[in-house]
């Protein structure tokens, strides 16, 4: 009889854990491969509407500024619609929902496919289109992000989202080879025609998928609470400010380079859709040899030197792109821009993700989202206005250098508490069955604690995090009080906009939720716990 090899369990062990953490372990669940490939194909429908419609606005015009703008028109629906997008993610069906959002994106194609064919199409006309089709990618994108951390374990999740940036950037090499090519070959009205059909399989592959909906007991959430608590949520999460600071920096200034590239491509020599095409495809490639290093990055690499490190890259390639004398040179310049660009926002989307408990995911990720386009829209037309003003180069390059100076400043004024709360679903605390129909006012909830004044300064830091719990969980009104007459008695004081809201919040607890309060329950001298009352607000 042979002895068991330790040595041998070791080395599977550590064979399995490494199979585990690789950057294709997410392939491995069925569903997951579903939607990565739903993904990978409504990018190449992005990219080659991008690329059509930005390459049609030079045949209409020459102006930096309206080649910018097909930029801003397509992100800013992103930045006006993201919110509502995110809320209407997290209290719907989020597969239905995540179909409709196809056959939206189908029917601009279409619309976008008539009017070329019928010669009809001008400048604002295009830009119109554009932003329908912006619509429809803000009605996308936040719900997929929420269905992600469905998928995979947690542990898989830096992998799993840079299989969706290899998705993105794969599209951003095939999507330019294959709208040039039909450009070249049948013209522009067959990018939007493929589109069309794209995305109408899309969304029958999508209806195939039997996700098991759980609506909450409590019914639906109406869409302006529901909006109201993710911005409340982003508000008092520091980690999520800092995100999306930093994720705003970025794009502010990184947008330059794509806003102006396809003026920078008609300047280099021989300069045409062909040139324009390996730009993009230099730039995609760059962000999938990327994402296979960047497991081994993000170990070498904290997030905030990643961050620092790779706008400083960034800034180099941009101005690499903006001067160079031929495409030789330029290619690998957007190679290099490509690497650094998803290595920074893999880490970004990393944080914000790890941020977000799944109750408020969706809308989370949908402010992050709005912090992208929005900073893509405005960046994009102020660098147009710029090289309008001046020229392309010159205006990548103070995108380049300003860039660095922003992301210094920022991580200077925002701390990006590293630290991960446990944002586990809770069930320790029970909610509480009223003696009587509760009406539509508001609910008041106070907490008495007996502390001693010794330590009040203490307390009253704790109790600060107290008030952003609360107010994450979706309370529209937090205060402390202390009673005059004797300063070891305090009243927490916390206010919900109906008793089925404050049901919610009991639905919402996390494990970092119920550890605070049994470090405010430890300050508590009394022999009994704190007294505990809900009142309903009859008349205002």
């Known amino acids: 009889m042979s002895e068991p090899n330790p040595g041998a369990h070791s080395a599977q062990s550590i064979a399995a854990e490494r199979a585990a953490l690789s950057p294709f372990a997410p392939l491995r669940s069925p569903v997951f491969r579903m939607l990565w ?10 990219w080659m509407h991008d690329v059509a419609a930005a ?3 030079t045949s209409f015009t020459s102006t930096p500024l309206w080649v910018a703008l097909v930029q801003t028109a397509s992100t800013v629906p992103m930045f006006l619609l993201g919110l509502p997008s995110g809320a209407l993610a997290d209290i719907l069906d989020r597969r239905r929902y995540f179909i409709v959002t196809q056959f939206w994106v189908a029917g601009v194609a279409l619309v976008l496919c008539a009017v070329t064919v019928a010669d009809a199409m001008t400048a604002p006309l295009l830009l119109a289109l554009t932003f329908a089709n912006g619509v429809g990618l803000a009605m996308r994108w936040p719900v997929f992000s929420a269905i992600v951390p469905e998928l995979v374990p947690r542990a898989q999740l830096p992998a799993a989202l840079g299989l969706n940036g290899i998705a993105m950037n794969a599209s951003r090499i095939a999507g330019p080879l294959v709208a040039g090519g039909l450009i070249a070959s049948a013209g522009t009205e067959y990018v939007f025609v493929l589109n069309a059909v794209l995305s109408v399989i899309s969304g029958f592959v999508i209806m195939s998928w039997r996700r098991k909906h759980a609506p909450s007991p409590l019914g639906r959430e109406r869409l302006i609470s529901a909006m109201r608590v993710g911005l409340q949520f982003v508000g008092q999460s520091a980690r999520l400010r800092a995100v999306l600071l930093r994720v705003f920096m970025f794009f502010f200034h990184s947008t330059a380079l794509l806003a102006l590239l396809p003026l920078v491509a008609r300047g280099l020599h021989a300069g045409g859709a062909g040139v324009f095409t390996t730009l993009l495809a230099s730039m995609g490639l760059g962000a999938i040899t990327s994402v296979l290093l960047l497991p081994r990055l ?36 957007m190679f290099i821009a490509g ?5 920074t926002v893999n880490s970004l989307s990393v944080s914000a993700q790890l941020a977000l408990p ?5 809308r989370g990720m949908s402010i992050y989202q709005m912090g992208i386009m929005g900073a893509s829209a405005a960046g994009a037309a102020l660098w147009g206005q710029i090289a309008t003003w001046s020229s392309v180069p010159t205006a990548i390059t103070l995108a380049a250098f300003s860039g660095v100076i922003a ?7 925002v701390v990006n508490k590293a630290e991960d709360e446990d944002l586990t679903p809770s069930r320790e605390l029970k909610a509480p069955t009223p003696k009587f129909p509760p009406g539509q006012g508001h609910v008041v909830m106070t907490i008495e604690y007996r502390i001693d004044p010794d330590r009040a300064a203490e307390f009253l830091e704790l109790m600060r995090e107290s008030r952003r719990s609360r107010l994450r969980q979706g309370a529209i009104n937090w205060e402390l ?30 494990a970092a939720d119920t550890a605070l309060r049994r470090r405010k329950l430890k300050f508590h001298i009394a022999e009994s716990p704190p007294v505990i009352h809900r009142r309903i607000v009859e008349l205002p």
Not at 37 to 46: D, E, H, M, Q, R
Not at 306 to 332: E, K, N
Not at 482 to 510: K, Y
């Open 37 to 46: 490939g739903i993904w990978v194909t409504a990018n190449l429908c992005t």
């Open 55 to 57: 390459w049609m606005m």
């Open 298 to 333: 993000r170990r070498i690499i904290g997030g905030e030197r990643l961050l620092m490190r790779g706008t400083i890259v960034q800034a180099v390639a941009m101005l690499g792109v903006a001067y160079a004398p031929h495409l030789l040179i330029a290619a690998p310049a």
């Open 339 to 343: 690497m650094v660009w998803i290595a």
């Open 358 to 362: 799944d109750w408020v995911r969706a």
């Open 407 to 413: 992301i210094r400043i920022s991580q200077w004024l």
């Open 481 to 510: 009080l202390r009673d005059v007459s004797d300063p070891g008695r305090f009243t927490e004081r916390v206010v919900d906009e109906s008793w089925t809201e404050h049901l919610r919040r009991f639905d919402r607890l996390t």
